[in-house]
């Protein structure tokens, strides 16, 4: 069968594309995952927006002191009985009017009302931003979690294919011992199925790899089909023992730094001023007042004086002055509006008290979890130690004939065991120690280094 050049370069060039596609495979770090995760989250993204509005409405509010300005014009006709202001007399007819005028209003006194308005949104402003930052803080919490899952399948997917290359060699062993007549033949079979076995968790340990990654990509929000390598960045975590020792200097500092509770006490505050601004309709309020303008009329179509003699210099007029509103009655409508808002604080105050009680349930959690997984990481270090010089031990006895296949078989699974659970410790206690500080606001990127 020929093939010609064209088939050739066709397929050399599908199968170079190919070969570029996989090399253009990602690598991600843990900084590339922040900021991933920061730039796509959509929570984020509407915090960002209340951030805006919320600097929107403080800019309002301090546009309220000044005075507002309006200028406005009338064309209408009337029938009937007119007064004439030119002549001062009354008419019956049709008569056109025009008016114009300019003027201004602005408040004098009413309560504090407006500086209460002010305090108000410049406390809903502190409130956000706090939030916002919280919200921030929390993305990066869940993406370090998520990325320390991914390292720690990684470290068990590499236990797994350490042991199988181990079980592999040991297996040619004793073929080789086998066929020489050193070894049983039944020492073989179990060998080789304890290689199968070790196969099928390492496939495991990949399947729990690919998981790992599609969480992460679910977290940072990036396609989950798509694959990708992490590099393992340096976790600096010190010893907190001394720190979770103080229960009631861990509740201060989660209380000082957690922008959740900095944000509730933000809209506390907010509330009380909205209270404080509602009772400003139960007093009187000043304001003054300048107005300007001119008008210009005709009676059945026929004018005394043009409209330039009229409008422009004739009917000009202006005035000025204060105005006083003194609230009498309006179906206690005021009342039910302060209720509603002193209702509001209450409120308020619960979800204050409430998250209070929540963050030092969470402290108290997260400190014993962190003493367990310290003291169980010290534990799985000495265990490590042990049965990796146990399982020396074992593999020269082997090598001796002073054990059987199973006793050895045992030994290694144990050491296998041992290593999985040192990588599990190591990890549960970087989980524990992220959890502990995004409980009192103080975790960082900067814990983590790449």
Request: glycine share 4%; aromatic share 10%; net charge negative.
């Amino acid at each position: 069968m020929r093939i010609s050049i064209k088939t050739l370069c066709l397929f050399f060039i599908g199968a170079l594309s190919i070969h570029v596609t996989s090399a253009q495979k990602r690598t991600l770090s843990f900084e590339d995952a922040i900021q991933i995760g920061k730039k796509n989250n959509t929570q984020l993204k509407k915090e960002n927006n209340n951030l805006r509005f919320g600097e929107y409405s403080q800019q309002l509010a301090l546009f309220n002191f000044m005075p507002t300005v309006s200028a406005n014009a009338i064309a209408a006709q009337r029938t009937g009985n007119q007064f004439i202001q030119q002549e001062g007399i009354v008419v019956t007819g049709t008569t056109d009017y025009i008016s114009g005028y300019i003027s201004a209003n602005m408040t004098l006194f009413n309560s504090l009302n407006k500086i209460n308005r002010l305090r108000q949104n410049m406390s809903q402003l502190e409130s956000i931003k706090h939030n916002t930052q919280w919200v921030e803080q929390t993305i990066q919490n869940n993406i370090a979690i998520q990325y320390l899952q991914v390292l720690y399948t990684i470290e068990l997917l590499k236990i797994a294919e350490q042991n199988l290359a181990f079980q592999q060699k040991t297996l040619e062993q004793i073929k080789t011992e086998s066929s020489l007549g050193s070894k049983a033949r039944v020492d073989e079979v179990n060998q080789m199925s304890e290689v199968k076995n070790t196969e099928l968790a390492v496939l495991r340990a990949q399947t729990d790899l690919r998981n790992a990654k599609s969480a992460l990509a679910l977290t940072i929000m990036i396609d989950p089909s798509e694959d990708f390598d992490v590099i393992a960045p340096e976790f600096n975590i010190k010893s907190e023992e001394e720190l979770i020792s103080d229960i009631e200097g861990l509740e201060e500092t989660a209380f000082s730094n957690r922008g959740d509770y900095l944000a509730q006490k933000y809209r506390e505050n907010s509330s009380e001023y909205q209270l404080k601004s509602s009772t400003s309709t139960f007093f009187p309020s000043l304001s003054a007042f300048a107005e300007m303008g001119s008008q210009f009329n005709q009676v059945n179509g026929n004018s005394v004086r043009s409209f330039n003699e009229q409008f422009v210099t004739d009917n000009k007029y202006f005035q000025y002055g204060v105005q006083l509103r003194i609230p009498i009655f309006n179906g206690f409508q005021n009342r039910i509006e302060y209720m509603n808002q002193k209702v509001l604080v209450e409120n308020t105050k619960l979800d204050t008290y409430e998250l209070e009680n929540n963050i030092r349930s969470a402290i108290l959690t997260a400190v014993l979890n962190y003493r367990d997984a310290s003291l169980n990481y010290q534990m799985s270090r000495s265990q490590l130690d042990a049965r990796e010089e146990s399982h020396r031990l074992n593999t020269e006895s082997y090598q001796l004939g002073l054990i059987n296949l199973i006793q050895y078989t045992q030994s290694s699974r144990d050491y296998v065991q041992a290593q999985s659970a040192m990588a599990s410790a190591n990890f549960w206690l970087m989980f524990q120690d992220i959890l502990l500080k995004s409980t009192l606001g103080t975790f960082n990127i900067s814990d983590i280094e790449n």
